[in-house]
């Protein structure tokens, strides 16, 4: 190989992506820019824009390096810089004009894209919702609250309801899951599958009540005393109801007044409760918990199961609520366990060419027509189904 014809082109591609998921936020940045021919406002003009070219380095850019070498020597290097903010508002916040020369320092409003952003779906996740759990018993005697965890699990599905654009519940507030909460924690932690099996469900929200002790009153000017305040710390966990494993989790503090006497019996399911600023304080975080949940679930597919099979039909555990309609296409997927270290079962999914078009649909359940014999012997009881 002769190295006079030889020409070795090199490509350098680096890319510095530091935005984070947010829409919008503020950054500061400075530059400098030369002033010729006394044009002050040209000057000022260059050194704001070198400055917001800083603001986007700082919040996120793309670089792309090509470099030609022949011979031994550089003949062509470019370099290009690709932005993937806009500003939205700049401010100066100062200036200096000194030696022939201005410095500018700008507060600017960067508005990034999101780095993933899901395709809007229409499809919904059945959720269920068992009764809430509490730390501390005791803590219900402020107020006799001896239905609260009841209420709260209702008033929660109701939100869900209300606002999600991912989900829908299962309702089951007059019952608790016999889980250890200490074990909810533990990394690697799974429910078993059965709670999602009998109801149904693809997911299982284990809500628990952490603290709701209410806090020391205070005197104004030592004159009269104001309502205490009480704390509600509250936590989420969020677990796939085929594998049992944890996929979201949040903790939730607030706290507010509280109107009543501490020894006053108050009904937690009555208007008077969720009216008062206590019980609206609980409505705005049991909505930030379901918007939570939304974005959880926004990027995760529906995987519906094979609930019944008789001959060539089967019937899914999804239906009109999830989003599934008469005439949809949905590929099945082989569903195997295989057992681990600890002779726990773990669901493993197997390729399947079977595929399916839905022929009937009630409200949490769909039905088709498997075709072609291989299909028909393949497909079992627990196969998993996601839409096309």
């Not at 380095?57 to 020597?73: C, D, I, P």
């Not at 100066?92 to 395709?119: K, W």
């Not at 809430?132 to 219900?140: E, T, V, Y």
């Not at 939304?294 to 019944?308: E, F, H, M, S, T």
Request: one cysteine or more; charged letters at 20%; a negative charge.
């Amino acid at each position: 190989m002769k190295l006079g014809s030889c020409i070795i082109k090199v490509i350098l591609a680096c890319s510095l992506v530091l935005t984070a998921p947010v829409q919008a936020k503020w950054t500061q940045a400075t530059g400098q820019a030369k002033i010729v021919d006394n044009n002050l406002a040209k000057a000022r003009e260059d050194a704001i824009e070198q400055a917001i070219s800083y603001a986007t380095l700082k919040t996120g850019a793309h670089f792309s390096s090509e470099q030609t070498v022949s011979n031994g020597q550089l003949v062509n290097d470019s370099f290009t810089l690709s932005r993937n903010v806009q500003s939205q508002q700049v401010e100066m916040v100062s200036e200096l004009v000194e030696d022939g020369y201005i410095t500018v320092n700008i507060r600017i409003d960067m508005i990034e894209p999101f780095e993933q952003a899901c395709q809007a779906s229409e499809l919904k996740a059945s959720i269920l919702v068992p009764q809430a759990s509490i730390k501390d018993r005791s803590q219900l005697r402020y107020g006799n609250l001896g239905l609260f965890e009841q209420n709260l699990s209702e008033q929660l599905a109701q939100v869900i309801e209300a606002n999600s654009s991912s989900s829908f519940t299962h309702l089951h507030a007059n019952e608790r899951l016999d889980v250890d909460q200490t074990l909810v924690d533990v990394r690697g932690y799974r429910l078993p599958s059965w709670l999602g099996e009998i109801t149904d469900s693809q997911y299982i929200l284990l809500p628990e009540i952490i603290d709701i002790s209410p806090e020391p009153s205070t005197r104004t000017f030592g004159l009269w005393e104001n309502d205490p305040m009480r704390v509600f710390q509250f936590k989420l966990s969020l677990f796939h109801a085929i594998s049992g494993e944890k996929v979201w989790s949040k903790q939730y503090s607030k706290s507010a007044e509280w109107e009543f006497s501490l020894q006053q019996t108050v009904n937690s399911n009555s208007d008077q409760f969720w009216r008062s600023e206590y019980g609206a304080m609980i409505s705005t975080v049991l909505l930030d918990a379901s918007q939570d949940i939304d974005q959880a679930l926004n990027c995760r597919p529906l995987l519906g199961q094979v609930i019944a099979k008789q001959a060539n039909r089967i019937i899914l555990n999804i239906g009109r609520r999830n989003g599934i309609r008469v005439g949809d296409t949905l590929q099945l997927v082989l569903q195997q366990n295989m057992p681990d270290r600890l002779d726990n079962m773990r669901a493993v999914a197997g390729k399947s060419k079977a595929t399916i078009t839905i022929d009937q649909v009630t409200e949490e359940s769909a039905t088709a027509v498997l075709k072609g014999l291989s299909a028909s012997l393949n497909i079992q009881i627990n196969d998993l189904a996601i839409k096309l």
